[in-house]
């Protein structure tokens, strides 16, 4: 199976899980059993990889991306990525059964599972990817889902809005400095690849053959940069705060994200980039210095937490501190005791994560100081928490065993600052066995509170945990046939892995520890209460953040709300820098702005009068005191606009003119007509008269607009009449248009040779309309109805108020008559724009305006309710995720065949049937496909903006609306 696959897989689960008949047709239990099976079955295809492998050292396959630019998208399969690929499917595998049980309603488990099934995907993505870029875009998508996921509540609690910010703050402003890192060593492998050609290197496997990457110049530079983004992901302190912060997610989040994945990703990529790296001690001091004080302060906040997900998250600072460290030892000594703890800490940091959740589940709470007793109303959990605590703990022989032994072996051997190198582990430790005792007799033992109602869970949420602690129990007895091997293909170096090695210094420290930890235990509550810092991290995040909005408001003062005070300064402040600049007499020396021969033919007296029109137009919009006149005479100079790119020989071009002109003015119309007219007469009197009766204001208005108009027209004559020659690339894009089945070059462009652009323009005009959407709806929640503006009589009000609530006022025989007519005839003529456009104007962008045009007939003459009940099968977010469902795999496919994203492929030929379809001038091609998927994103954008400002503005709730961006519409 090629390893594209792999990372695809989770992403597929995704998108099947988002759809309305996977969600009617299969129930929680069955969605828990598809989506933990599809895991597993990733789990068993690497486990059958590693013989693989073990024989080539290094699996890399790569599909063509953009050939013309040398990027592909490479994937790498190796022993780290083998053994981070098995973590994020085998406990992706427990969690998402955990998950299925964990969740009451099977709505929010199908979101939740939505998101974290994408996750899992961005993670596999991150770890088996072969391309510098192609790793920073899976390390974004980590970030954005995991922002989802912690704020899954953020709709109920404050806490988890702040929790998903935060994290989102903190790992983006990491991840801003890791591309520029990742961009500098990219830049030097290709400098030392190839000296003096400026070259790019983004293969892993190249960049990690430089054996002399650590002595380039701009080694102390990017090194940093890359540090700081894996410092930020993987919560090194001083960034370690927003962990914590993160504990607001649903628990399976928190035991997949925050124990096994997101916060190892960083680890992952220091670990991935050391071979190249190590031997410069800028970078091995970096991380050994800021691993041993994340691993002090981790444990110092640990023990001071009263939440359960709270000590579990600062104890996983503090491993991860540990496991940084280790990578940061010189000679990549740390390396085989960095993979066993990472083994370990995923194994009993994800149960007790479980844990924790299982008794929020039952218990209501996961304040330690209101949980005791709790071993006889639950034995199997008890079990389970003293097997994964101990080995937290480090207790012989379990797999924590283990991985405190080679990590005290590890550091004991490091020569500088050894003492206070193994001062701090060992305290560490200490503290840390200290947490994992209190996980066990402040929850577990004890008597249990009268006031606790525990219910008991359903039997299968143990599964995933008792397993994962099992796995800590015999995992130890187990390192030569399972772990040892795996080890052996990602440690470059020869090295022993016992269970036991023996009463030597190592095992007495370990022992020590324990003792040190049980006898902490005993005065617990004093040490917690002498423990107190000046100052923690999310103190100084919040004061950050104070000064930003600070910031903001400050500039803000300087802004007047109104736009052509912006539109003065911008234009103004161009055209005084182009006057002083002398730049207009020196492009002017030696030429001629206007061209000799004057003569006039029959087309320039076209475009002469068209561009009259145009100026006319725009004058009546100054001069015209009605609202609806001014919005119909703006649309006019988009339509004289238009005709002339028609007379230009661009009848594509000047379809879309035409098409969103008149979408434009359409929308304009419907929102004046929410506007109550009392007020529109306010601001035009206002506007005219002035607010003391004079005019200043408009005689002020008027000069500086002909004065920036002047400037602004005189500078664009002199830049088109001296710009440079360049050699046009018009010629090419003619001559091979043929080559995609097309006649129309302008279609092509868009459906091919820039079909990624176009890919990027449909999600950012997805964007867009939820954009509109959200702010539209957030200024409406407000339970008011008509509202009296001020100024206005009670008369006024009134007449204002029917106009608005008179929503059928357009509704007449002959209206509804022409809306009934122009929606089927509209969806004809996009049929045929799409099936026809590679032959003549229109495409799928023009079918899809088209439609939403006469859906917005429909709003205007009907009204909202009556269209919506009249046309129920128009639901704008179904079209919108249909769309880029479409396009994305349209995109995609062609690389499977070795065409490159966004490749063209005719369907047509390849299923035999191209003479009978070319019979019907039509070719079933990936354009054609293309086409469609952007005429009904277009058609479900525009149908997002129609509906959010068709909405009644007297509606008291946003229901229709706000269901839009969930998805429910």
């Not at 599809?38 to 295809?45: S, T």
């Not at 954005?144 to 983006?172: D, M, P, Q």
């Not at 892993?204 to 990017?222: A, Q, T």
């Not at 997900?309 to 501190?321: D, I, N, Q, W």
Request: aromatic share 10%; proline share 4%; glycine share 10%.
């Amino acid at each position: 199976m090629p390893l594209a696959f792999i990372a695809a897989a989770p992403f597929c689960l995704a998108l099947l899980l988002t759809l309305p008949q996977t969600r009617a047709q299969l129930s929680k239990t069955a969605q828990t059993l598809l989506s933990s099976a599809l895991m597993a079955g990733l789990f068993a295809w690497l486990v059958s990889s590693f013989p693989l492998v073990q024989a080539e050292g290094a699996v890399i396959q790569s599909l063509e991306w953009m050939p013309a630019l040398g990027i592909s998208l490479s994937f790498y399969l190796d022993g780290l990525s083998l053994l981070f690929g098995l973590i994020i499917t085998g406990i992706g595998a427990l969690i998402f059964f955990f998950a299925g049980y964990y969740f009451d309603d099977a709505a929010e488990y199908n979101r939740f599972m939505v998101w974290l099934a994408g996750f899992a995907g961005a993670m596999l993505a991150l770890v088996l990817s072969g391309n510098l870029l192609m790793l920073f875009i899976a390390w974004e998508l980590t970030s954005v889902t995991s922002f989802l996921l912690i704020g899954f509540k953020g709709a109920k609690e404050k806490s988890a809005r702040a929790g998903a910010f935060k994290a989102l703050f903190v790992t983006s402003g990491g991840a801003l400095a890791l591309i520029i890192g990742l961009v500098m060593l990219g830049a030097a492998a290709g400098q030392l690849i190839a000296p003096g050609t400026g070259g790019f290197v983004a293969e892993l496997d190249v960049v990690l053959g430089l054996e002399s990457l650590h002595e380039h110049v701009w080694f102390p530079l990017f090194s940093f940069l890359i540090l700081l983004g894996c410092f930020t992901k993987s919560a090194q302190f001083p960034f370690h705060f927003w962990l914590p912060g993160a504990m607001s997610a649903p628990t399976p989040a928190s035991a997949y994200l925050h124990s096994a994945t997101m916060v190892k990703a960083g680890i992952y990529l220091v670990a991935r980039l050391s071979p190249a790296m190590y031997k410069n001690e800028l970078w091995t001091n970096a991380l050994l210095s800021i691993g041993l004080l994340t691993m002090l302060v981790g444990a110092v906040f640990a023990i001071r937490q009263t939440d359960l997900k709270g000590l579990l998250a600062y104890a996983t600072v503090s491993k991860l501190g540990a496991i940084m460290a280790l990578l940061g030892l010189p000679g990549q000594a740390g390396l085989k005791a960095a993979l066993v703890g990472i083994i370990a800490h995923a194994l009993y940091k994800s149960a007790l994560f479980m844990v924790a959740g299982t008794i929020d589940h039952v218990a209501h709470t996961r304040q330690i100081s209101r949980l005791s007793g709790l071993r006889k109303e639950l034995p199997a959990l008890f079990w389970v928490t003293v097997i994964s605590a101990l080995s937290m703990a480090g207790m012989p022989f379990l797999m924590g065993f283990v991985a405190k032994e080679t990590l005290l072996d590890a550091l004991l051997h490091y020569s500088p600052w050894a003492e206070l190198v193994m001062l701090v582990t060992l305290a560490s430790a200490a503290l840390t066995a200290l947490a994992a005792y209190m996980l066990i007799g402040d929850v577990f033992l004890g008597r249990r509170r009268s006031e606790l109602q525990i219910h008991l869970p359903p039997s299968p949420i143990y599964y995933g945990p008792a397993l994962l602690a099992f796995c800590s129990l015999v995992m130890g007895f187990l390192l030569e046939p399972l772990v040892i091997p795996l080890l052996r293909l990602a440690v470059p170096k020869s090295f022993v892995l016992p269970l036991f090695a023996g009463f030597n210094e190592v095992f007495w420290m370990s022992m020590g520890v324990l003792v040190a930890g049980a006898l902490l235990y005993r005065v617990r509550k004093p040490l917690i209460q002498r423990i107190s810092l000046p100052v923690s991290g999310d103190a100084v995040f919040d004061e950050l953040i104070r000064y930003i909005d600070w910031a903001g408001s400050a500039l803000l003062s300087f802004q007047s709300g109104y736009v052509r005070y912006y539109l003065v300064w911008i234009l103004g402040s161009v055209s005084l820098m182009l006057i002083a600049s002398g730049i207009l007499p020196a492009m002017t020396a030696g030429q001629t702005l206007f061209p000799q021969d004057l003569s006039v033919t029959a087309t320039d007296l076209a475009k002469i009068f068209m561009l009259a029109l145009a100026v006319a137009a725009a004058a009546l919009t100054v001069v015209l005191r009605e609202h609806v006149k001014a919005a119909i005479a703006y649309g006019v100079i988009g339509y004289a606009i238009g005709v002339i790119f028609l007379i230009n020989h661009a009848p594509d071009v000047a379809l879309v003119q035409l098409l969103v002109e008149t979408m434009a003015t359409v929308l304009v119309i419907i929102m004046l007509g929410q506007i109550r007219p009392g007020a529109r007469l306010k601001v035009i009197r206002n506007l005219w008269d002035g607010r003391h009766d004079n005019h200043v204001g408009l005689l002020r208005d008027l000069g500086i607009s002909i004065v920036i108009g002047l400037a602004v027209f005189v500078f664009s004559l002199i830049a088109l009449q001296n710009r440079p020659e360049r050699r046009s690339i018009a010629q090419w894009h003619l001559e091979n248009t043929s080559l995609v089945n097309s006649e129309d070059a302008v279609g092509a462009i868009v459906a091919d040779f820039r079909g990624t652009d176009t890919l990027l323009e449909i999600a950012v005009f997805t964007t867009a309309a939820l954009g509109v959407l959200t702010l539209l709806a957030s200024g409406r929640a407000d339970g008011s109805s008509v509202k009296k503006a001020p100024g206005d009589s009670p008369e006024q009000a009134a007449q204002a108020g029917e106009a608005i609530q008179d929503a059928t006022s357009l509704s007449t025989p002959f209206t509804r008559l022409v809306t009934n007519f122009v929606l089927p005839v509209a969806i004809l003529i996009g049929i045929a724009q799409i099936l026809y456009g590679g032959a003549g104007p229109g495409d799928g962008f023009t079918a899809g305006v088209t439609i939403g045009l006469a859906v917005s007939l429909w709003y205007v003459v009907l009204g909202y309710d009556e269209a919506r009940r009249q046309l129920p099968w128009f639901r704008p977010a179904h079209f919108v995720r249909l769309g880029l469902v479409i396009g994305i795999v349209n995109a995609l496919f062609p690389i499977l065949l070795g065409k490159g994203f966004t490749g063209h492929v005719q369907f047509d030929k390849a299923l035999g049937i191209y003479d009978l379809v070319s019979a019907f001038g039509l070719h079933i091609t990936s354009s054609l496909i293309f086409e469609i998927a952007i005429a009904v994103t277009v058609m479900g954008g525009l149908g997002l903006i129609i509906e959010a400002i068709a909405y009644p503005q007297s509606r008291a709730t946003v229901d229709e609306g706000l269901s839009a961006v969930g998805g429910k519409s």
